[in-house]
């Protein structure tokens, strides 16, 4: 068992190396001045907001809004401050010297694998996370991980850093898409769904229409009747819809030019990216919160029926596993919604 552990543990290593290289390749080759960020961006967030988890507050409520809102100026001074940073050296890089040829060439290639380890060390601490929340007897290597003084000291912050990405995910998507862009994606899919539900109505209730679906259903000869006339509405829903869809591409294309006239202003840009990035970021917290009352929603329902009180201590040992994580915790004992529960 030892010499398995051992040649397991080679394998990694050797993983490891390769990922490392592969990253330092492709870093290379793309440059620092188009890498992505994320990893500074994520670690500078977390940074900041991992400090306001440690001061005491006079409310559960309270210290909820104070850590959500350090997550929330934390990520975007951080994602200000990274874009000014990266056009200040964008430009820098236009003086083609060696000097700054071989910065961006080295620097996007650590930068690529400082990033690739990164993602692998929060990878595997939320294996060991969920592991040691699931696992009463986990195999020798993944417990000789548990134990290792690098998971005792950093790994708790595993599934910090990970909530902290999406969150610095969401404002950077919402603010380069803009509110308006969304607004209007979200009109339009919603216009699409009603050309389908239209179609059928308008099929089943407009009697030229439903003429129409019976002499298309006429030509299904051998068919059943119920199957012909089924697949006659159908073909004829989806005539009309094309109809309608035909409309809703017209004016998204009218739209999308009225939209490019607006966007041209920068203060609108600005504006309508920085709505739609505090229109994500609040979706998401409000898609924690909601994770967290439905694990204790279930931890009661498991309590209170005899036959879902096997799963009690794993709810337990998942929360109690998941908690250690103090940004977690935070969204966790401190949720708004969780004294609502019955």
Known sequence: MDLLAIELKTWVIIAVAAVAAVCFFYGALRRFSRMSWWGIETLAAFGIALPFTLIPYPSP?????????????????VLAVSGTVRSAFRRSTKKRTWVTKTANVLGGGLLAVGEGVLFLLVLCGIALVFTEAFTEAPPALLQEGLSSPVYK????????VALVFLLVLGLKGGFKLGFGRYLWAGLTLFASFLA?????????????????AGKIAGLASGVPP?????????AASFLVFLVFF????????LVSKVFAKVNRSRTVNILSGTLQAAIVFFVLVALFMGIGV???AL???ASSQEALAPAV???ERFLAAVCRSPIIAFFHYSNPLVPLLP
């Open 299 to 301: 931890l009661g329902a």
């Open 196 to 212: 389908v539900f239209g179609s059928l109505l308008l099929v089943l209730n407009v009697p030229f229409l439903s003429s129409f």
């Open 226 to 234: 119920f199957f012909a006339q089924v697949a006659g509405v159908c």
């Open 294 to 296: 439905g694990l204790n």
């Open 246 to 253: 035909v409309l809703i591409i017209i004016v998204t294309v």
């Open 153 to 160: 000291a950093i790994g708790k912050y595993a599934l910090d």
């Open 61 to 77: 409520l309270v210290g909820f809004l104070a850590v959500v809102g350090a997550l929330l100026a934390g990520s975007a001074g």
């Open 313 to 315: 201590p794993y709810i």
